[in-house]
């Protein structure tokens, strides 16, 4: 699960732990990511006086053929490459935020970690940092930094994430952001065997 709510302070990490609990309780019913966010969004409409709203990506990862089954709730799309740094294609579809509509459009998809490949998650705070000119980081540098690590010889997952932080650190030049960021990336090393996420 990456999530991120829209507002900053104590009521949004308030609201960022409210539905952190609600996911991790419909997560344990087995129900399908899709209908998890479903019932948490009803949740959070009667629990939501300040009007925040929350973006999630809930995915399940099949470490035995490594299909990615995900629900994705106005947050950013996942990335995936092969263990040649080659993107693969993820299908672009709408997908509204939790706590706002009674019957938000919630992106649903099936796609495929080949083995050696790499699955990266990210916040939005990662495409908007922004460095000196004002020139925010971009999807397009994410996807170059995804590739251009990816067929580096190969580095602990841990390293490989810690490396792709601090570039975009070192591209901020020093300018306060707005927005924390946060990356999750998980490297399928075999067929079968998928190790935890680092983030």
């Known amino acids: 699960v990456v999530a991120d709510v829209s507002d900053k302070g104590m009521s949004a990490a308030l ?7 609600l996911i991790r309780a419909e997560a344990s019913r087995g129900i399908p990511p899709v209908e998890a966010l479903r019932r948490v969004n009803f949740h959070l409409l009667n629990m939501n006086e300040a009007g925040m709203f929350v973006t999630v990506l809930y995915g399940i990862l099949h470490p035995a053929n490594g299909e990615f089954h995900y629900a994705r709730a106005g947050h950013e799309l996942p990335l995936v490459c092969d263990g040649d740094g080659r993107l693969i294609d993820v299908p672009i ?6 706590g ?24 939005d705070g990662v495409t ?10 971009g999807v397009e540098r ?9 067929v580096l010889p190969r580095i602990s997952t841990q390293t490989n994430c810690l490396a792709m932080f601090d570039t975009v650190t070192a591209y901020c030049e020093g300018t306060p952001q707005f927005d924390d960021f ?6 399928s090393t075999a067929q079968g065997n998928l190790p935890q996420p680092v983030t």
Do not use: C, W, Y
């Open 128 to 137: 908007d940092a922004i460095n000196r000119q004002q020139k925010p980081f």
């Open 100 to 123: 706002v509509l009674t019957d938000p459009d919630v992106d649903e998809q099936h796609i495929h970690v080949p083995p050696g490949g790499r699955l990266v998650l990210n916040t």
């Open 93 to 98: 579809s709408r997908g509204q935020p939790l």
């Open 182 to 187: 946060t990356l999750v990336i998980v490297e």
């Open 142 to 150: 994410l996807r170059d930094l995804v590739t251009s690590f990816a």
């Open 15 to 21: 609201f960022m732990a409210l539905t952190r609990s």
